[in-house]
């Protein structure tokens, strides 16, 4: 089974300055990771994805996540917020492998940009 | 990307009645869709996956009989929530994974369900 845990649950920042939103996984078997963010009263949309090779992985939005295993984390970072960046982020693992796995989805980290 | 079209987006039902939400892949097959609830400022919780063909499996602690799920095609699930409740009121998210793909799911919109 897997785990995912965002250590904040909310994270006010400044117009333009970075954000960081922390994701750590717990899980006994090689994992897809993902962002996905979800604007009021909408579905998820996929910010970025890793399945495997390079743990630099870039996004949409100028949004990039980093997967560190030693540490099973996956940090999502954007350099420089825009007020439309106001919105739920949620990090997801699914188990590697066969089509249909589920995913299970952190607690989520809600990013409030201040002008 | 692939779409997945959720229909309706936002109902309102009377306490007693049943509602049915659809979970369309528009350009792809999908073997296999999930069926999420989120309530206010939380996060997403699976109850349930949809298997084209066969019976869903749902997770510990979500009644079968009052969250019915069909999968009659490889493009279309369908929620009903029978006797609905007001503590059935709810935010429902559909997903399907691409079976081309293989390496991403993609979520319907999403239906805001209010139970009065």
């Known amino acids: 089974a897997q785990s995912v845990t965002q250590l904040d649950s909310q994270v006010p920042v400044f117009e333009e300055a970075p954000v960081e939103l922390r994701c750590n996984y717990s899980s006994s078997v090689s994992v897809y990771l993902f962002w996905y963010v979800q604007y009021p009263n909408q579905g998820l949309q996929l910010l970025l994805k890793?399945?495997?090779?390079?743990?630099l992985v870039k996004g949409i939005n100028g949004f990039e996540a980093e997967f560190n295993k030693s540490q099973t984390s996956f940090h999502l970072r954007k350099p420089s917020v825009h007020i439309s960046d106001t919105a739920e982020y949620f990090c997801?693992?699914?188990?590697?492998?066969?089509?249909?796995?589920?995913?299970?989805f952190g607690g989520g980290t809600r990013v409030l940009v201040k002008p | 990307g692939a779409v997945v079209s959720q229909h309706p987006s936002w109902v309102i039902c009377k306490s007693g009645t049943s509602v049915k939400i659809e979970c369309r892949s528009l350009d792809f097959q999908a073997t296999t869709m999930f069926w999420y609830r989120q309530f206010p400022k939380q996060s997403l919780m699976l109850m349930a996956t949809s298997n084209e063909g066969s019976k869903a499996t749902y997770e510990q602690g979500v009644e079968k009989d009052k969250f019915l799920i069909n999968h009659a095609s490889l493009t279309l699930s369908t929620l009903t929530v029978t006797s609905a409740h007001p503590e059935d009121s709810s935010f429902y998210i559909c997903?399907?994974?691409?079976?081309?793909?293989?390496?991403?799911?993609?979520f319907g919109q999403g239906t805001r369900l209010t139970v009065v």
């Open positions: 997903s399907a994974w691409d079976r081309g793909s293989n390496t991403e799911a993609f």
């Open positions: 890793y399945l495997s090779g390079s743990t």
């Open positions: 997801a693992v699914s188990a590697g492998g066969a089509a249909g796995n589920k995913l299970t």
